[in-house]
C-alpha cells in the first residue's frame, strides 16, 4: 500500500489466467487485468444459480456448510451455521452485507469491491435467496462516495436485466472504527446512530426491522456465490481440510510488493510474506490481524500456518487477513502507541473502558514511547491494560487491551530501553502502520 491506497495486487511481473495460488475471487483480475463488469462477470460465470424453492434453498445453506466456509470478516465464524440459524429464525430475514472495512491495515474488501461487485451482489442474493429474506443491504463508509455510485449503477443494471430477485440497497455510513461492528449497522440500518449497541438480542435473532438478519462480511459472500457455482468439493480443493479455499489478505509494512492478495488457507506465515516479495529488510515483528491483532516476534511467527487454528496457539488470530511486516529498525512503542492513540479516539464513548479506561492506557503508552516514563507508568498500564476486556457493550475495549498486551510483552526489550535511557532512535522514525491522522471532532457523526 502506499498514502492509504492499494498497490493492487502486486501482480507485477505476472500474468496469464491466475494467480500464483490459483486465486478465485481475483481470477478475472488475474485474466484480465481490470475490473469485471457485469457483461464479462455473466460471461465468465453465467447468472448466479438463485434457488426458487424452499427445497433448492435449503441445499445451498447445506452446500455452504459442507464446503467449510467461515466468515472473512474477522472472526471466522463458520457461515453456513449462520444461514441455517436465520433461514429458521421468525419472520422475513434481513440479509446485511459488511463492506465498510473500517480497519486502517485493510484494503481487501475495497479491492474486491472495485474488481469483481458482481460476486459480491451475486453473494448477497444468493444468501438473501438461501435464508428467505426479501432485501439486502450493502454497508459501505462514506469515505468511499466513487465506489457507491459505482455499486449502484451495477445493482440498477441487474435490476433492468431481472439477475436478482430481491432489492438490493447501497448505503454509505460514517466512518469510524466501531461504526462497522454489526451491531452498529443494525442500529444505523433502523435509523439511529452507526454505534454499537448491547446485545442481545443478536441481528440474527432481532436485528433490522426485528427481523432475523445475516450479516456477513462482502468477501464471504463473493465466496458463497462461487460455492453456489462450483459447490462444496470445489471449495475445498484449495486449503486444508479444517480450513479450506482460499482467503484474500492485505500485505503490508516492510515488504518488497505489499498489497492486496488471494492465497489458499494453510501457508505459512513466511509463505505468504513470499507472495508480497518477502522482505524488503530484515524484520522484526508481524503484527497480524490489523489493529485489534496480536504482535508475534518474526522468529516465532514464521513457520506457522496462517489458519485461526494454529495462531490460537500462539494467541493470535488472522482476523480479516491483515499482516503488517515490521522492519527490526522501527520502534514497536511508538507503532503501538500511535495506535493505541487511534482506537482511543475511534471509540463510541458509551462505556466505561472506552470513556476513562483506554485514553489513559493510550496516554501511558505515548508516554512510554516519547516521554521520560519511570517504573510506575508501566505498572500502571500493566493493570489498566489488564481492565479493559469484557467491560464494554462492544468488543472495540477487548480488542485494544489484546493489543496492548502482546506490545508489551513482545516489545519488552524496548520497554526496559525506553525505561532505563529514554526513546530509542526507531521512535522518531517514520510510522510503518498507516494510522489514519484525520482528527476526530469532539461530537462525531455518527448518524
Ligand atoms: C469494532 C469492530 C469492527 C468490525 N469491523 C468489521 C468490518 O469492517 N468489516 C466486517 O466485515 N466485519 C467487521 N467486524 C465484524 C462484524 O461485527 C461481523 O462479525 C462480520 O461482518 C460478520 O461477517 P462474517 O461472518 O462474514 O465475517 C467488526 C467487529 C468489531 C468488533
Ligand atoms: S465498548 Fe466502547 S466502542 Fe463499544 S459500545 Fe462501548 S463505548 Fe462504544
Not at 511486516?325 to 464513548?349: F, I, K, W
Amino acid at each position: 500500500m502506499t498514502d492509504g491506497h492499494t498497490t493492487l495486487l502486486g501482480v507485477d511481473g505476472r500474468d496469464g489466467m491466475s494467480g500464483p495460488y490459483g486465486s478465485r475471487l481475483l481470477h478475472g483480475w488475474y485474466a484480465t487485468g481490470g475490473a469485471a463488469d457485469l457483461d464479462e462477470h455473466l460471461g465468465r460465470y453465467g447468472s448466479p444459480p438463485l434457488p426458487r424453492s424452499a427445497n433448492a434453498a435449503d441445499l445451498l445453506v447445506r452446500a455452504v456448510e459442507d464446503a467449510g466456509l467461515t466468515g472473512r470478516g474477522g472472526a471466522a465464524f463458520p457461515t453456513g451455521r449462520k444461514l441455517r440459524t436465520v433461514a429458521g429464525g421468525k419472520g422475513t430475514a434481513v440479509v446485511v452485507a459488511n463492506g465498510m472495512e473500517s480497519e486502517p491495515a485493510s484494503r481487501k474488501d475495497e479491492t474486491l469491491l472495485d474488481l469483481a461487485p458482481h460476486l459480491v451482489l451475486d453473494g448477497a442474493a444468493l444468501a438473501a435467496a438461501a435464508v428467505g429474506a426479501d432485501v439486502a443491504h450493502l454497508c459501505l463508509p462514506r469515505t468511499r462516495q466513487g465506489q457507491a455510485d459505482a455499486l449502484r449503477e451495477a445493482v440498477e443494471e441487474r435490476q433492468r436485466l431481472g439477475v436478482d430477485l430481491v432489492a438490493v440497497l447501497v448505503h454509505e455510513l460514517p466512518h469510524h472504527y466501531v461504526s462497522s461492528e454489526e451491531t452498529s449497522l443494525v442500529r444505523w440500518l433502523n435509523g439511529g446512530d452507526a454505534r454499537p449497541l448491547a446485545t442481545p438480542p443478536r441481528p440474527f435473532e432481532k436485528g433490522v426491522g426485528r427481523r432475523p438478519t445475516l450479516i456477513d462480511n462482502v468477501e464471504t459472500l463473493a465466496h458463497l456465490a462461487l460455492i453456489a457455482r462450483y459447490g462444496p468439493g470445489w471449495f475445498r480443493s484449495a486449503g486444508r481440510p479444517d480450513a479450506p479455499g482460499t482467503t484474500l489478505v492485505t500485505l503490508s509494512g516492510a515488504l518488497r510488493t505489499p498489497g492486496v492478495y488471494e492465497v489458499p488457507m494453510g501457508l505459512t506465515l513466511g509463505e505468504v510474506l513470499d507472495v508480497a516479495g518477502g522482505a524488503a529488510e530484515p524484520l522484526g515483528t508481524l503484527l497480524l490481524g490489523g489493529f485489534f491483532g496480536n504482535w508475534l516476534p518474526v522468529g516465532q511467527a514464521l513457520h506457522v500456518p496462517f489458519t485461526k487454528q494454529d495462531l490460537a496457539s500462539l494467541g493470535a488470530g488472522p482476523g480479516a487477513g491483515v499482516i503488517v511486516a515490521l522492519p527490526g529498525r522501527a520502534c514497536g512503542l511508538a507503532e503501538a502507541a500511535r495506535v493505541l492513540g487511534y482506537l482511543a479516539a475511534q471509540s463510541a464513548r458509551q462505556c466505561g473502558p472506552c470513556r476513562l479506561g483506554l485514553p489513559a492506557v493510550a496516554e501511558d503508552f505515548a508516554d512510554l514511547a516519547w516521554g521520560r516514563p519511570d517504573t510506575q507508568v508501566l505498572r500502571r498500564l500493566e493493570g489498566r491494560v489488564g481492565l479493559l476486556a469484557g467491560r464494554g457493550a462492544c468488543r472495540h475495549p477487548d480488542g485494544a487491551s489484546r493489543f496492548a498486551a502482546t506490545a508489551l510483552r513482545v516489545f519488552a526489550d524496548d520497554v526496559r530501553h525506553h525505561l532505563s535511557l529514554g526513546p530509542c532512535a526507531g521512535a522518531g522514525q517514520e510510522p510503518v502502520l498507516p494510522v489514519p491522522e484525520t482528527p476526530v471532532p469532539d461530537e462525531p457523526e455518527w448518524r
